[in-house]
């Protein structure tokens, strides 16, 4: 479906964009997520991933250029096997993005919000089925290959890549490492999808792609200014304002989709 274009949806569009990679700026995580689902609030879910497809890898590139080519070249050769698997899977969510209904695609989106928030925070110990990197057995070729498949397949379909950050702090990069090979993971999904969204017609009008396009302003300006606040932000309060926001967004995509509000 294609939204109705008004000044007042412009102005959200941006402000949950700059907020979304104000967040990312800071924290090292979160564009996708806080962006996605802040917007499947006020359009349609299916049209607000692939709206979020160009700007996220936009927020990607910008990321990227912190690593130093040696830390490029040790990361690609330490995760390709996270990469490739989730490429395959991406194309696959992908495809299935088209035919799944709006109000269960709102109900999974929240669901997925939430779900990262339980994966992300620290306050309560998770089960150990949940905690896929935290042993040598979880950092195989293997193991890297079957998160990446499935983690790939979710986020082909929604923009969320809850399994695949999860299991990227499990390896304890430095924070600075961790943006970096966050955004390198994320900047070959989203660089494939670019072109799967526009060879399988997803995108629901020229207007809604080319606002995509022109939203990668907002997007990269909040990096910046996110950035720019990481050194006088502790990582407590980065990690309570992301999780704080998804929490809400994934409620509210919840209660959107059951009908209840």
């Not at 790939?152 to 923009?159: E, K, V």
């Not at 969204?197 to 997803?202: D, E, I, K, Q, S």
């Not at 990481?230 to 407590?236: L, M, T």
Request: aromatic letters at 6%.
């Amino acid at each position: 479906m294609t939204p109705t274009l008004t000044l007042t949806l412009v102005a959200a569009v941006t402000l949950v964009v700059v907020v979304a990679g104000a967040t990312n700026g800071l924290a090292g995580f979160g564009f996708a997520v806080v962006g996605t689902m802040a917007l499947a609030t006020v359009i349609d879910p299916a049209t607000a991933v692939v709206f979020m497809i160009v700007p996220i890898l936009a927020v990607n590139v910008s990321l990227v250029r912190d690593l130093s080519s040696e830390e490029l070249r040790t990361c690609s050769r330490r995760f390709w096997p996270l990469i490739a698997a989730a490429l395959v899977g991406t194309v696959v969510g992908m495809a299935a993005l088209d035919s799944v209904p709006e109000a269960p695609l709102r109900v999974g989106l929240g669901l997925l919000s939430l779900g990262f928030v339980l994966t992300a925070q620290r306050r309560f110990p998770l089960p150990p089925w949940l905690a896929v990197g935290d042993s040598d057995a979880g950092r195989t070729p293997l193991s890297m290959a079957g998160v990446g498949a499935v983690s790939g397949l979710l986020f082909g379909g929604t923009n969320v890549g809850v399994q695949l950050i999860a299991y990227l702090r499990s390896f304890d990069l430095s924070h600075g490492l961790f943006v970096g090979v966050v955004a390198l993971v994320f900047l070959g999904l989203n660089g494939i999808r670019v072109i799967l969204a526009a060879a399988l017609g997803l995108y629901p009008s020229a207007t809604v792609a080319g606002a995509s396009v022109v939203a990668v302003v907002p997007a990269v300006a909040g990096v910046a200014i996110g950035k720019r606040l990481r050194s006088a932000v502790g990582e407590r309060p980065r990690r309570v304002l992301v999780l704080g926001l998804l929490t809400l967004v994934g409620v509210r995509l919840v209660t959107g989709g059951l009908g209840i509000a």
